[in-house]
């Protein structure tokens, strides 16, 4: 049952056995952690002030760097990179693009709901 | 891997076949992961959703959780959280180091790094727990707005400070309602340490406090306002709130403590049953039955869902610490 040791981080990190490959993703995604508490901490006023797509450039940086941590967990950890092309792609594409739609379609109606309570005639604050 | 067409998956008419070259343990491991994951992203994005909807009044994390183990009164945002994330990514490696071995039949190796990985469930759970006590328990206190809207209070320098910290409690013969004293189908939560009227007057009589509201400004903080307006917004208090339960909550809005009971609550299970699954496997380790049957192909599946879990952890550390 032997996979092949994959390399990883762009292929630039080619680890000789497994065991090396464990704590090379586990160094990563430390480090990735770190970052993001070290960003949490000072959170930048470039990041915080402008914004893309109606969501902070810091919260962008924060969501990105979760999901590069979520493929490093997948690929690595769970050994996704193993599996055979059309097995990994059954998961990871339903899961992405579902929920990627249904991010889409709630947050655009919470976006349009804060709208109406703002500046239409519903209030909530009596 | 051989290359028949047994193994490659793609001649599977014949019924003994592994479809994608996996085994059906293991695919269906991977399609519940799937299922679960959308679950949770359901969580998550209704927890968006609302955060959306009332996106300038929501609280902001680094002032919700700020608690240390052993550090009292240091304001410590989001450390014990990134420790837990530690922890948890730590014991996903212990339970890959046990598949690994497992794949090399080294059958001490993997019970020496399945019962590490048992222990950092176990701490991780742990760690949550002491979260929610101190979230249930609330810091400062706050007074809830007919409404529904929460006050705080902060002192000259625009801290918060608690509402027992200038507020003195008048006599009161009130006393809580429960089932043993009157009607036994009758009772009421218990009564907040000070009655709205305490409140007012004791605010009344120290004029450098003033109040917050869950409003937020242009550079993200709490508003704070004047002595003329802080009194106004009293007036339409109607009761104390302290700490947080699923229908009210001193930090802000209550959908707040709602998702965070559910998300993490729901996350948190996944974290048991995922120890007691490991129990379980690392019993049978010890027991032999995996060495016997020729593969340790168990510890693999349980170890899909043990970095599920890691997986969930990272984005909601994400989305209710982070973001």
Redesign the interface.
């Known amino acids: 049952?032997?996979h092949e040791i994959q390399p990883f981080f762009l292929g630039m990190l080619k680890p000789k056995n497994?065991?090396q490959k464990?704590?090379m993703v586990?160094a990563l995604?430390?480090l990735v952690?770190?970052i993001?508490?070290i960003f949490?901490?000072i959170k930048p006023s470039v990041m915080?002030d402008n914004s893309l797509f109606g969501l902070k450039l810091l919260?962008w940086f924060?969501?990105i760097?979760?999901i590069y941590?979520?493929y490093y967990?997948?690929w690595?950890?769970?050994?996704m990179d193993g599996?055979?092309k059309?097995?990994r792609r059954?998961?990871v594409w339903?899961?992405v693009f579902?929920?990627a739609y249904?991010?889409f379609i709630?947050?655009l109606?919470?976006?349009y709901?804060?709208e109406i309570?703002?500046n239409s005639f519903i209030t909530?604050?009596? | 891997m051989a290359a028949t067409a047994v193994t490659t998956?793609h001649d599977t008419s014949k019924g003994y076949g592994k479809p994608?070259?996996?085994s059906y343990g293991k695919?269906m491991m991977?399609?519940f992961?799937?299922s679960d994951?959308?679950t949770f992203?359901?969580f998550i994005?209704?927890y968006?959703?609302?955060?959306?909807?009332?996106?300038?009044e929501w609280p902001i994390a680094?002032e919700v959780f700020t608690h240390f183990p052993f550090l009292h009164g240091v304001n410590a945002?989001?450390?014990y959280v990134?420790l837990m994330?530690?922890i948890l990514?730590?014991s996903?490696?212990t339970?890959?180091?046990a598949?690994?071995a497992g794949?090399k039949m080294d059958k001490k190796k993997v019970t020496l790094y399945m019962f590490l990985t048992i222990i950092g469930g176990a701490i991780f759970v742990g760690s949550q727990a002491w979260e929610w006590k101190n979230f249930i328990k609330g810091e400062y206190g706050a007074v809830q707005t007919?409404?529904?809207?929460i006050l705080q209070f902060v002192n000259e320098e625009g801290h918060q400070i608690a509402v027992s910290d200038f507020v003195t409690a008048s006599h009161s013969e009130r006393v809580q309602h429960t089932g043993d004293t009157g009607l036994w189908y009758q009772s009421e939560a218990a009564l907040p340490t000070f009655t709205m009227a305490d409140i007012q007057k004791s605010f009344a009589a120290h004029p450098e406090v003033r109040v917050r509201t869950q409003q937020l400004d242009e550079a993200?903080a709490k508003t704070i306002l004047d002595r003329a307006k802080s009194t106004a917004a009293l007036q339409t208090g109607v009761k104390m709130v302290e700490g947080a339960n699923l229908k009210e909550n001193e930090y802000g809005h209550p959908l707040f403590a709602d998702f965070f009971f559910f998300i993490t609550g729901f996350h948190g299970f996944h974290v048991f049953s995922g120890i007691v699954f490991n129990i379980i496997v690392f019993v049978n380790v010890i027991l032999g039955t995996y060495e016997r049957r020729g593969?340790y192909?168990m510890v693999e599946k349980v170890?899909?869902y043990w970095?599920?879990v890691?997986?969930v952890w990272?984005?909601v550390?994400?989305f209710f610490?982070?973001?």
């Open positions: 049952m032997a497994n065991i464990i704590w586990f995604l430390s952690t770190i993001e508490v949490g901490i915080v919260n924060f969501i760097l979760t941590k979520a967990i997948t690595a950890f769970m050994h599996e055979h059309w097995m059954s998961v339903t899961g579902f929920i249904i991010a709630f947050l109606e919470g976006g709901i804060y309570m703002k909530r604050d009596f | 998956g994608f070259g996996i695919m991977w399609f992961i799937l994951a959308l992203s359901a994005i209704s968006g959703f609302s955060r959306f909807k009332f996106i300038e680094d945002p989001m450390y990134a994330t530690f990514i730590f996903s490696v339970m890959v180091l598949v690994d794949h007919k409404s529904g809207n993200g593969h192909e170890g899909l970095h599920f890691d997986l990272v984005f550390f994400t610490y982070l973001v």
